[in-house]
């Protein structure tokens, strides 16, 4: 869509044609097929929850679920903890994030499932799909959010059909950081942002496709 290195872009995620939550992103590259996105600590952002008008679930699964089914999710504001880059491929079903500490030393790898990325004119749109796999530096993993996936499943929101494709998407990225192969294998861990870039802020008009 013309977005070039050190641009702002939006990157949404979108639930049955609703804006679920909105995030700007600095665009570090976008070959065609790879994007990266880097979202500094700090960022602010706009993360979905159920209204204040309905009593509070007891977890964080059964809200997001609950406003999902109801499709009557509020917005808060919320700021970015961790710096991240975010490594999306064409028609992947997930995205690898790598993060890092206030003092530079990389966190790990994060592989957040989620559903291939869609081109938008302010930049791109997913979706979360709950089931995270976190991917520490000596490449052991392990799942993450496994009880939310649950409550999803058992509220009908996602059906098993689509949490066994999660799980096999999950091991194949595992898999693959095991054996080495990209990203894992490629130095992203030595990357720094230009110095020059500025925390990401989100535009206006960020709750509209």
Not at 44 to 56: C, D, L, V
Not at 93 to 105: F, M, N, R
Not at 181 to 189: G, L, T, Y
């Amino acid at each position: 869509m013309g977005h070039v290195p050190g641009e702002t872009v939006l990157l949404h995620e979108v639930w049955e044609e609703q804006v679920w939550a909105a995030r700007p992103m600095v665009l570090v590259e976008d070959d065609g097929e790879r994007v990266a996105l880097w979202f500094p600590k700090g960022t602010g952002w706009k993360a979905p929850t159920s209204p204040p008008s309905r009593p509070r679930a007891a977890t964080r699964g059964e809200r997001l679920a609950s406003a999902l089914a109801r499709r009557d999710w509020v917005f808060v504001d919320a700021s970015w903890d961790v710096s991240t880059l975010v490594l999306m491929r064409a028609n992947d079903w997930h995205a690898v994030w790598v993060s890092w500490l206030d003092d530079g030393t990389q966190w790990g790898w994060y592989v957040n499932l989620q559903e291939p990325f869609r081109r938008t004119p302010a930049g791109f749109e997913t979706m979360d799909l709950v089931l995270d796999v976190v991917i520490d530096l000596d490449r052991s993993w392990r799942w993450k959010d496994e009880d939310e996936l649950a409550t999803f499943v058992a509220t009908g929101v996602f059906d098993d059909s689509l949490a066994r494709r999660l799980r096999e998407e999950g091991l194949r990225v595992a898999g693959r950081a095991e054996r080495d192969d990209p990203p894992f294998s490629e130095p992203w861990a030595g990357w720094r942002p230009d110095p020059s870039w500025s925390l990401p802020t989100l535009p206006a008009g960020w709750d509209v496709r």
